[in-house]
């Protein structure tokens, strides 16, 4: 007898009407969303991938934007990497002052070294930035990551009044729409939280990431975390 085919369910919360199928295969998640919705105005982000049924919502409000970071915008990063909720996580890439963030991010910013950087706008407000790279091109995480070929991410909303109102998925995939252009061939997406920031995991798990082995990273100041690494499936859930 044949296994039983497993059904993935999705729905769409479009003013506060909630539309639902069915994911058909060789469809992804987020293909599944953009034909339930069929519209023409906004395009599905999620609003939880975790849970059985993979939740997306068409937000006519918010618009979030990733661009290129330039030098213009390293006082904002500095900002951000200062203020106390991002600097609890964001440990590594030097000091947080003007010269540290321009050591760190300057050459990032001319295409001096494989990692790229980039900034989040909330309705054309700059509010956090972002930061990725193939896994492949940091051979220290290289050895503990499941792909090579990955594309690594890390992230952070500075501006603290954007926090905590569900955005943070949102964030993550205005990032992942341009890093699948950018990156046509990656079949999969990285990050490694520490284990105790709670708000980073569930957002990575609301996009759409699942969680792999925990291993231990060492820091810029010699000291050792332990981070979990989150793996997002692109042809699952978005290709
Ligand atoms: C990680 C970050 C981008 C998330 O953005 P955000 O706007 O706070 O995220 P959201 O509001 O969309 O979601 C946060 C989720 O975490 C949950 N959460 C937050 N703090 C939590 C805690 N201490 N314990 C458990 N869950 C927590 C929230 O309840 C929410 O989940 P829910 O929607 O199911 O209720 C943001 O917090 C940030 O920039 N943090 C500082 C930098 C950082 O940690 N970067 C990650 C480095 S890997």
């Not at 499941?146 to 070929?149: A, F, H, L, Q, Y």
């Given at each position: 007898m044949e296994p039983a085919a497993v059904v993935t369910h999705v729905s769409v919360l479009d003013r506060g009407r909630e539309l639902s199928g069915v994911v058909r295969s060789s469809e992804s998640w987020f293909g599944a969303a953009t034909r339930i919705c069929a519209s023409l105005h906004a395009t599905p982000t999620p609003?939880?991938?975790?849970?059985e049924v993979k939740r997306f919502v068409l937000d006519h409000d918010v618009v979030v934007a990733v661009r290129a970071m330039t030098h213009g915008d390293l006082p904002d990063v500095t900002r951000w990497r200062q203020s106390e909720h991002v600097a609890r996580w964001w440990t590594?890439?030097?000091?947080?002052?003007a010269e540290g963030v321009a050591a760190a991010y300057g050459p990032c910013i001319d295409g001096l070294t494989p990692t790229r950087m980039w900034v989040v706008e909330i309705n054309g407000r700059s509010v956090g930035f972002l930061q990725d790279y193939?896994?492949?091109?940091?051979p220290e995480f290289a050895l503990l990551g499941?792909?090579?070929?990955a594309i690594g991410v890390d992230y952070a909303i500075?501006?603290?009044?954007?926090?905590?109102?569900?955005?943070g998925a949102h964030v993550l995939w205005a990032w992942m729409l341009r890093a699948h252009h950018r990156?046509?061939?990656?079949t999969s997406f990285f990050a490694a939280p520490d284990h105790r920031n709670a708000a980073s995991l569930r957002v990575l798990a609301k996009a759409g990431f699942h969680q792999g082995v925990w291993f231990d990273a060492p820091q810029p100041d010699g000291s050792v975390a332990t981070v979990v690494g989150c793996t997002l499936d692109v042809p699952t859930v978005l290709a």
């Open positions: 609003l939880d991938l975790s849970g590594g890439a030097g000091e947080p002052t193939r896994i492949g091109d940091h499941p792909d090579p070929e500075g501006d603290q009044a954007w926090v905590g109102r569900g955005l990156f046509p061939d990656a």
